[in-house]
Structures are given as C-alpha cells and as structure tokens.
T-cell receptor, first 114, second 115 residues
Framework: DAGVIQSPRHEVTEMGQEVTLRCKPI?????LFWYRQTMMRGLELLIY????????DSGMPEDRFSAKMPNASFSTLKIQPSEPRDSAVYFC????????????FGQGTRLTVV | AQSVAQPEDQVNVAEGNPLTVKCTYS??????LFWYVQYPNRGLQFLLK??????LVKGSYGFEAEFNKSQTSFHLKKPSALVSDSALYFC?????????????FGKGTSLLVTP
C-alpha cells in the first residue's frame, strides 16, 4: 500500500480564497483524522471520521472550515475564506477503528495564506 | 477527558548516553498509549504502543517505553542515543469519544542528540 496520500504538498493562496486539501486513506482503514500543526498550538485534532461519518468536529476552529468524506477512499478539508492565521501544516491520518490500533500519517500539506 | 502531557519542550543528550522523553496521561479506564516521531518536513511515524500486558514495550529503532500505572506515565527510552534520533517526539492517547476512538497528542518534545 502506498500509505496515506495527501495533496497538494504545498499550497500558497491569497487571503479570502477557497482552499481544498485532499486525503486518500489506506485501503481498509475505517477511521480518518485531520490535524493541524503550528509552532504555537502544536498538533491539533480538527475532526475525525468513522466509516465516513464525522464523529467529532469540536476541533474545527471556525465555520470557515469544513470536512467531508464522501466515500471510504477520499476526504477533503476546505477552508473558505482562508485567512493568514490558517497558515499551518495539515495532516491526514487513517487507522482501523480498533482502539488499540495505530494511525498512519500522510506527508502533510503546508498551507501558506498571504 | 482523555489527555497526555509532555512536560519538556526539549531534551538534550549526548550521543551514546541513555535518553528519556517523558509523558503522563489522564484517562478514564485503561489507557491506550502511543509514541510517534516526526523528522523535519515529514509526517508522524509510529514508534510503539501500549495496550495491555508487559509494562515495558519495545518498538522501532531501538526505542522502548515503560508504562507505569501508579505514576500515570509512559516514558519513552533508549539505552544509547544516536545523532539521527534528533527529532520531534509525540505521545498520544486513544480513548472512546462519542462514537469513536479519537487520537489525541501531546504538544511534543524536541530531542537533540549531540555528537
């Protein structure tokens, strides 16, 4: 398996623009996580899905952020409109749903909003 | 609420010396604990986990971790550090949250191994 695949790897956009980050989880994994990493806040859990259903989105910072998982092999994280403070590295991770299983991370998307 | 804490922002150790990166947890019930490593400009990589059983867990790259229930700790250890071990280390806990098992991380500890 190729692992968790995220695209794009880097994104530079202007304030106010819509940004869409994409994630393909490992085949057979039923849980998917979106994280944001910054120097100030560390690694924050934004939202996670079980069997394509959003379970907990309490980490989503604002209504500008939304996430979808239309099927088991694809998820998106959208920011609309984007702001400079959204600049961060966004990670997607997937795992089986068992509590004792580890999650596997993608390489991340480095977002810069200017 | 489930959580882990990493009390040290940075740990410095000389190559060849033993290293310890600290983690304490706060969960209801039995904890499911993990350690990850992150190298610059990379995603997090799984090192090891504690589910149940032996309190000393062995993982990748010669790392091990000791689970201590009375101290609610899960410290990461290695007998002899390498310069290549320099990276950011995260402790994590997975616990039941609403309808699933969320995976929450500590803030991370930067490990610097000097030659």
């Amino acid at each position: 398996d190729a692992g968790v695949i995220q695209s794009p790897r880097h994104e530079v956009t202007e304030m106010g623009q819509e940004v869409t980050l994409r994630c393909k989880p490992i085949s057979g994994h039923n849980s998917l996580f979106w994280y944001r990493q910054t120097m100030m806040r560390g690694l924050e859990l934004l939202i996670y899905f079980n069997n394509n259903v959003p379970i907990d989105d309490s980490g989503m910072p604002e209504d500008r952020f939304s996430a979808k998982m239309p099927n088991a092999s694809f998820s998106t994280l959208k920011i609309q409109p984007s702001e400079p403070r959204d600049s961060a590295v966004y990670f997607c991770a997937s795992s089986r749903t068992d509590r004792g299983t580890e999650a596997f991370f993608g390489q991340g998307t480095r977002l810069t909003v200017v | 609420a489930q959580s882990v804490a990493q009390p040290e922002d940075q740990v410095n150790v000389a190559e060849g010396n033993p290293l310890t990166v600290k983690c304490t947890y706060s969960v209801s019930g039995n904890p499911y604990l993990f350690w990850y490593v992150q190298y610059p400009n990379r995603g997090l990589q799984f090192l090891l986990k504690y589910i149940t059983g032996d309190n000393l867990v062995k993982g990748s790259y010669g790392f091990e971790a000791e689970f201590n229930k009375s101290q609610t700790s899960f410290h990461l250890k290695k007998p002899s550090a390498l310069v290549s071990d320099s990276a950011l280390y995260f402790c994590a806990v997975r616990d039941y949250d609403q309808s699933g098992y969320a995976l929450n991380f500590g803030k991370g500890t930067s490990l610097l191994v000097t030659p």
